[in-house]
Every structure is written in C-alpha cells, then in structure tokens.
C-alpha cells in the first residue's frame, strides 16, 4: 500500500478536527455543569453554617418550626444548641458539637472549592485546545480553497 | 451486519453499560463505608452514634455500627462479584 494511499485527506483531517471540537466542547459544556452543582452544594454549606452560627448565638430555648416534609412543620424548642448529629457516611450519624459541625462544614466547603479550581484549570486548558484546533481548521480550510 | 445482529449487539452494549454503571455505584458505597469506618475508629469516641433507618435516626451502639457496617459490605461485595461474574460471561459471550 503506498503512503498517498493511506495519508489523509484534507478533507479528512478537517472532519477529525471537527469531531475533537465537538468533544472538547462536550466535555467543557460537562465541567460547567459540574461547577454548577458544586456551587449549590457549597452555598447550602455555607446557609447551614451561618445557621449554626445564629443558633449558637440566639438559639438556646427559641422555639422553632421543624420542617416535616411537604412543606409542612411542626413547633418545637431548641433544648441545646450543643447536642446536634452529623451524617458520616453509609447511613450512620453521630453526635457533635456546633464547632465542631462548622469545622467539618469548613472542611468540605474547602474541599469543594479546590475540586471547582481544579475543574476551572481543565475548563481553561480546554478552550485554550477549542481556539488552537479552530485556528488549525481555518487553516486546513484555507488550503482547502487555494 | 444483519438488523438482528445489530440489535443484539446493541443490547449487549447497552447491558454492559448498565452492569458497569451498577459496579460503580456499588464501588462508591463499598468507599463510602470505608471512610464511615475510619471515621468511627479514628473520631467516635465518646460519641452518641445514630442510625438511620428511613428517616428515623435510632441511636445505636459503636458495635452495633461497626456490625451494621460489616453486614452492608459483605452484601455489597456480593453484589459485587455477582456483577463481575455477568460481566464476564456477557463480555466473552
């Protein structure tokens, strides 16, 4: 088989090209949707830290509404603002203090912001490879027509 | 290719698919297990631990954790190696 035979047309590497900035760009339209997520995630981190902030404060003895589900609550007191569980994992809690809640609260809002840098950086490297293979198609483009 | 062997082709993909995203499921919770165990073992005690049981929480003993723990990640892993095995005979079939 000669190399002319097996070597690529333009017409090809234009469709290959094509392709990949149709993958790159899936994969970047993916990444923001992840930072999407994230960003709720960390904002409800941060509504129940400052919550527990303005229970330890103000909270001892306050009655409140504890919510039941279906937009429905029942009214109760807060007996101690000390005595709160904490979800570990695989359906297990165990019992905390707020500072030590907030603590973990802080922990996983760090996490969380590192992993949306991380995701950031790829976004960036992404559109950097979106512009280089665009540049490269007008090119092929060019010749093409020439 | 024939339409029935596409067909066929198609719904072996498409259960393998679903086989893999399954495992992986698993795999998280097998992990999930994995840092509730350290948690305990390194940060428990002296601490009420609770259960979860629908949307009870029931207080629990640390052993009674460290069995419920137990008991989830054997039944996982049997779950688990159930799937390999399908896995297998799906891939080679």
Known sequence: MSTEETKPTNQENLE?????????????EYLRQQIG?????????????????????????????????????IKGK??????????????????????????????????????????????EEDSRKVNELIEKVRKLGGEGRA | MSTTDLLKTLELRWKLEELRRLKSSISSTLRE??????????????????????????????????????NAELGLKAQLSTLEEEERKLSSG
């Open chain 1, 16 to 28: 290959k090209m094509q392709d990949e900035i149709r993958s790159v760009l899936g994969e970047i």
């Open chain 1, 37 to 73: 997520v994230i960003d709720t995630t960390i904002t409800d981190l941060r509504t129940v830290s400052e919550t527990l902030s303005y229970m330890k404060e103000k909270g001892e003895g306050r009655s409140i509404y504890i919510p039941l589900g279906a937009g429905v609550a």
């Open chain 1, 78 to 123: 807060i007996e101690s603002v000390n005595d709160l569980v904490m979800d570990v994992g695989a359906g297990l809690l165990v019992s905390a203090t707020i500072e030590e809640v907030k603590e973990d609260l802080d922990r996983r809002i760090n996490a969380l912001l590192s992993l949306r840098r991380a995701l950031l950086k790829k976004i």
């Open chain 2, 33 to 70: 297990i994995e840092l509730a165990r350290e948690y305990l073992s390194k940060h428990a005690d002296g601490r009420r631990i609770y259960r979860k049981l629908g949307d009870l929480i029931v207080e629990i003993t640390r052993e009674e954790a460290e069995e419920y723990l137990e």
